[in-house]
């Protein structure tokens, strides 16, 4: 499922928010400042093999932006897979939370890992990649129950 140019110019976010919105993801135990020091060694890294790392973010992040959701939808004693689409704000929330968990299961710094996840979705490969293109083939094939939302 191929988004068109006015789905993609939808998902367009400043820099800063983003930014600010993956260290709020990456804390853990209210440990801000550490979250901070962690994000610009990833960008340091990300520095080393881009000229831009700010904007080779936000081209990571828009590259993994979920623009639907498959929800589970109990009906009588069957299950149905809804689709539904998303706002901006919860995609992105999805997908910043996908990568931090992504950073997590690797067994390096976190740091570095977090360079690595974003250098794999700014070249659209990698395991966040796969899993969008199937959450969109999903909800291709269970599109026909869309009739279910209310």
Sequence with gaps: MQPNNKIKKKFHFKINYVCRKLINRMCYEGKKSVCERLLSKTLIHLSKENKSPLNYLLKAVTNILPLVEVKNLRQGNRNTRLVLPLSEKRALNIALTQIVKEARSKKASFDKN?????????????????NKESIEDEAIKSRGLNHYRW
Excluded: D, M, P, S
């Design 114 to 130: 977090l360079a690595e996840v974003l250098t794999e979705c700014g070249q659209n490969r990698g395991q966040l990649i796969k």
